[in-house]
């Protein structure tokens, strides 16, 4: 499967996804990459990683669907049929969703529906939550919203401040969207309503450390 990825600034979560094809546990391949933010750094790694993007800014376009209309002769250009939003910081329309239907993926900081929109850290901690963690889920037109794929969960502690809790979630990020892509891109994944189920999938056993290697099922 021929994956698109959407950026708005560091690209970590982009990183993820390029190493988790480098090691082969991802079959095919990332098409394109487009950033509306022409100082992101997520273009750095395209750069070095020889991966194709483009830079398309809101502010050349007339209109909020001209913009969304260019992003997406571009993906289809590229012939891309998984359209994943990693630290994209735009709200897409109806219209765009609908030249992917079911096939426009997120990355949230939190455990959605608690915490969506911007800080979602930070949400967390002054909300007083003991638990927070990360969240891929499809998109919808609502902010931060649509059925959950896979989440991963991680404690707050009282020392914990937006800045230490926003790493720790950010190592489980690195480990969920890769095995979301995997999941889809395997043909694993139905949508029923509200509810995905992964065919094969074996929920319940994410280790402690999100670093450990056996992670990808
Ligand atoms: C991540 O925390 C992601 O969950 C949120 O935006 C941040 C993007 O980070 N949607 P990066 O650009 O992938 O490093």
Request: aromatic share 8%.
């Amino acid at each position: 499967m021929k994956i698109g990825v959407l950026v708005s600034g560091r690209g970590s979560n982009l990183q993820a996804l390029i190493d988790a094809y480098q090691l082969g546990k991802i079959k095919g391949n990332i098409a394109l990459v487009i950033s509306d933010n022409p100082n992101a750094y997520a273009i750095e790694r395209c750069k070095k990683h020889q991966i194709p993007y483009e830079v398309v800014l809101r502010k050349n376009f007339p209109t909020k669907r001209d913009f969304e209309r260019e992003m997406v002769r571009l993906l289809k250009e590229r012939e891309v049929e998984l359209v994943v939003l990693a630290g994209f910081m735009r709200i897409l329309s109806e219209e765009f969703l609908s030249a992917f239907p079911m096939k426009v993926i997120n990355i949230h900081p939190s455990l959605i529906p608690a915490f969506q929109g911007l800080n979602a850290q930070r949400q967390a901690i002054e909300y007083g939550a003991k638990i927070t963690g990360c969240t891929v889920h499809f998109v919808s037109e609502e902010l931060d919203n649509g059925p959950v794929i896979i989440q991963a969960c991680v404690p707050i502690l009282p020392e914990d401040t937006e800045e230490s809790l926003s790493e720790k979630i950010l190592k489980f990020e690195h480990r969920i969207l890769p095995q979301a892509v995997k999941w889809i891109s395997e043909g694993r994944v139905k949508v029923e309503g509200r509810k995905v189920i992964v065919e094969g999938a074996v929920y319940g056993t994410l280790p402690v450390n999100p670093m450990l290697e056996d992670f990808f099922w």
